[in-house]
């Protein structure tokens, strides 16, 4: 991929970190449900960012792949409860979330984004006005 625009980076950019607000939303809503079966217990959420290009190949070129973030699951984290039902004590099964690591990704994310929106804008701005100046000549 060496037609590496700025329009390109940040739509994959916006991508990116709209993927990860989504698996921190999945997480958070399955923070406190519980499963009989540790087999039926949905993997955390994360993003897998691939071939995302850094600062020289963004100027210069020479990213061979396209950039992309995809959102997989975590099956491996799973946390066991024990649940009291009047004389019995029955064992279930959670996805094993920390609320705060999830709040943290949620601020990143939204950062991220919000940075993104306004690096789009800006750019945005700037052709404006290039084409503007070359109008005028």
């Not at 939303?25 to 993003?47: C, H, R, W």
């Not at 950062?111 to 100046?133: D, H, P, V």
Request: hydrophobic share 40%; charged share 25%; no cysteine.
């Amino acid at each position: 991929m060496n037609d590496l625009s700025t329009y390109n980076i940040l739509s994959t950019s916006l991508s990116a970190e709209g993927n990860r607000l989504e698996a921190v939303a999945f997480n958070l809503a399955m923070i406190n449900e519980t499963y009989g079966s540790q087999s039926d217990v949905p993997g955390a959420k994360y993003i897998k960012v691939k071939n995302f290009p850094d600062i020289k190949e963004a100027v210069l070129g020479g990213a061979t792949e396209a950039p992309s973030a995809e959102i997989r699951n975590n099956f491996n984290r799973v946390d066991s409860v024990l649940e009291v039902s009047g004389s019995e004590t029955i064992t279930k099964f959670k996805t094993a979330i920390k609320l705060e690591e999830q709040m943290m990704f949620l601020n990143e994310a939204t950062r991220a984004y919000e940075a993104s929106i306004r690096l789009f804008n800006l750019q945005k701005e700037m052709n404006g006005r290039l084409l503007s100046l070359g109008g005028n000549s």
